[in-house]
């Protein structure tokens, strides 16, 4: 899929921070790479480790786009100004436009990057559950619909938001294990993703809750 001036979004997480492990295109392509949220070191949680970008563009000779700003800032007030700035504004767009995101999803439990990193507390996921929250892409949560939970969250992320995420022509979910599957059905009950990359178990088991 990989052509010039494509742009191709990458979010932040354990998953797709080893793509560059294995991308190893066999010619140079000159397509965009653009990160979906802010890299920046954030005030509770640093996700800067799982910024790949540039390493995938490196490795077919294509440029970068980096949205430097925190993945979330500190205060809600923070939020809009920050998206205002041109800088931000111009990055952002650019990963609206993109023809390809890649994405993984967060669980609500304790395993959670957002909670790994101190986003979230266990009081936050115990609310989370209970507001029906059952997955999170970009730092939103949805339910078992694949349906916004609006959370604090939502107010502090620089990145884009689901629906923008819904919006892209092609949107890939890379997510895999028993704990992740409830999280990855919704998501694609809810079209926030139209391509999943699974192991065959996560498959099987998808599979067979399909009603």
Do not use: C
């Not at 490795?59 to 500190?74: D, K, L, W």
């Not at 990359?197 to 399909?210: F, Q, R, V, W």
């Amino acid at each position: 899929r990989l052509e010039p001036k494509l742009v191709v979004g990458l979010g932040l997480g354990r998953t797709v921070s080893r793509l560059h492990e294995r991308f190893a295109p066999n010619r140079q392509i000159d397509a965009v790479f653009a990160t979906l949220e802010g890299v920046g070191t954030s005030p509770n949680a640093g996700f800067a480790p799982y910024n790949v970008t540039s390493r995938l563009a490196d490795a077919v000779g294509g440029t970068v786009e980096i949205v430097s700003a925190p993945t979330f800032v500190s205060d809600p007030s923070l939020q809009g100004p920050l998206l205002s700035e041109p800088s931000v504004a111009a990055s952002i767009d650019i990963a609206r436009n993109a023809g390809i995101a890649i994405q993984s999803i967060g669980t609500v439990s304790s395993d959670a990057t957002l909670f790994r990193h101190g986003t979230l507390t266990n009081d936050d996921l115990q609310q989370l559950r209970d507001a029906g929250a059952v997955g999170d892409a970009l730092g939103h949560f949805y339910d078992v619909e694949g349906q916004h939970v609006p959370w604090w969250t939502d107010n502090i992320h620089v990145g884009l938001t689901l629906d923008e995420l819904k919006k892209l022509p092609t949107s890939v979910l890379v997510a895999g294990g028993a704990a992740k599957v409830p999280a990855i059905r919704a998501a694609l009950r809810g079209d926030i993703f139209n391509v999943l990359i699974t192991d065959d178990i996560s498959a099987e088991m998808l599979i067979e809750l399909k009603t």
